[in-house]
């Protein structure tokens, strides 16, 4: 093959591995045709940028692990170097090694010789104090609170997940809302023209109803923008740039058991600042140990060959290294305190965590309850509203009531369904805000970031 085509074959490698490696991950992972909660919930945990970032330190803090065995395990090394010289000790050293001494030899000029090398050496650290060992500890302890992390990271986007799928449920309902309300309005301001033109009606009432409709109208238009500022947050969450949403309201998988009794030692963020609070005391020992004596065993073997002189000669070393530091102008003492202040604010942390998590927990609580109550409120108000608007458009029809009293019932029908709908909203919430606020999983068969291509939700018997 022609050296023009190798060179052309790299670099067209170069320039599409990078690319191929660097894949988006959505590519890979079959989007659902519609969403469930449930299914969601599974997608973002997988693909969601925050959750893997949170694997990346995870595979970071698992790594320091190895780091610091490796400094109790023993350090194999083998090197080889050659050189050339005619400095008399260095040179006379080389005629020693190569085993080419003899009388006629002039010590302050042995002449030019050379030497190539290989040897293997040998260092094991026989102790130093419990350094090592609590540096293992302290990244041990670490990895897990990277994993409380990521576990903490899961359960936060687990909820937004589920409130944001929500979110989309409320404004779709409001969207329908707002259509009926415009589909009623046409109604009225049909029957009012067919009045008008009769000559029982007015003009003004006319107009009067044109101007609600246009506001109907106007309405419909917001609630269709917020309904798609749902869907693109919710993609958002879920690590998908953009994709049509067609959401799975009553899927049977996405009901959420009412929590009862709250435990605190389930949120991640009491086990991340434990873990970190081991961490801390692993590395309050590893600093004390600083002042403590080390011992080191090493052992090494070289062989040597000269081209010059034609010799050759091999040779072993092994021996026990034993240091102790005197004074080391304080370092070992301010490591001390450093890593033990480190320690004591660790602990106020997790103090002032379970504080604010208790604050949580009866926040959600008190929310839950009161969107029950609201729920309650507003289910009898739809009932009433849609009792009075039915009596209104009859009458109106009748030419019994004045447009303004028609409107003002149209009114209150739309903006109490639309309070139904947000109490709905409100409640399904809370009780994910409560689970969250608990550490309960939004879903009991998802605790981690399961294969996010396998859809188990059922769809419900309508769809």
């Known amino acids: ?97 190569q085993s080419e001494f003899s009388q006629s030899i002039d010590f302050n000029n042995p002449g030019r010789t050379d030497t190539l090398s290989g040897g293997v050496q040998l260092g094991y650290r026989l102790y130093d104090g419990g350094k090592s060992s609590s540096g293992v500890q302290a990244a041990t302890a670490q990895a897990t609170a990277s994993e409380m992390e990521l576990s903490s990271i899961h359960t936060r986007l687990a909820f937004e997940v589920v409130k944001a799928f929500h979110g989309i449920s409320q404004a779709e309902g409001i969207v329908k809302t707002q259509q009926a309300a415009v589909e009623a309005g046409a109604a009225s301001l049909a029957v009012a023209k067919a009045r008008h033109e009769a000559g029982v009606l007015l003009l003004d009432s006319v107009l009067d109803l044109e101007v609600q409709q246009s506001r109907a109208r106007e309405n419909l238009i917001q609630a269709e923008h917020s309904l798609a500022l749902a869907k693109k947050i919710f993609l958002t969450l879920l690590g998908i740039d953009s994709a049509p949403v067609d959401i799975i309201p009553e899927a049977g998988c996405d009901v959420q058991e009412m929590p009862s009794a709250a435990s605190l030692e389930g949120r991640f963020e009491l086990r991340n600042l434990d873990a970190m609070i081991d961490a801390a005391q692993a590395r309050v020992r590893q600093a004390s140990a600083g002042s403590s004596p080390s011992v080191d065993g090493f052992a090494g073997y070289t062989v040597e060959y000269g081209s010059i002189t034609g010799g050759s000669g091999d040779a072993w070393q092994a021996g026990v ?27 106020e942390q997790r103090r002032k965590m379970e ?92 605790a981690e ?14 769809q």
């Open 1 to 97: 093959m022609p050296p023009q085509t190798i060179t052309l074959a790299m670099l067209a490698m170069l320039t599409i591995t990078p690319a191929s490696l660097a894949a988006s991950p959505q590519s890979q992972t079959p989007i659902p045709a519609a969403w469930s909660a449930h299914d969601a919930v599974r997608y973002a945990l997988a693909n969601n940028p925050d959750s893997k970032i949170g694997r990346q330190r995870l595979a970071a803090a698992q790594a320091a692990i190895d780091l610091g065995r490796s400094a109790q395990a023993p350090q194999i090394t083998l090197s080889s170097q050659y050189s050339q010289t005619n400095a008399p000790m260095y040179s006379f050293g080389n005629i020693l090694n």
């Open 449 to 462: 970031a399961p294969a996010a291509s396998q859809a188990t939700c059922p769809l419900p018997e309508h």
């Open 355 to 446: 504080l604010a998590i208790g604050l949580e927990v009866e926040q959600a609580r008190l929310a839950l309850k009161e969107t029950e109550e609201r729920l309650k409120v507003s289910e009898k108000t739809v009932s009433q509203a849609q009792e009075s608007a039915d009596i209104n458009r009859a009458r109106f029809s009748e030419g019994v009531v004045l447009s303004s009293d028609l409107i003002a019932a149209e009114n209150r029908l739309t903006e109490a369904t639309i309070r139904r709908t947000a109490a709905q909203t409100a409640r399904r919430t809370a009780i994910a805000d409560l689970r969250r606020a608990m550490g309960l999983t939004q879903f009991a068969d998802i």
């Open 321 to 347: 290294k034993l240091q102790y530091p005197l004074f080391d102008g304080h370092r070992t003492s301010s490591e001390i305190t450093r890593a033990t202040a480190q320690l004591a604010e660790l602990r």
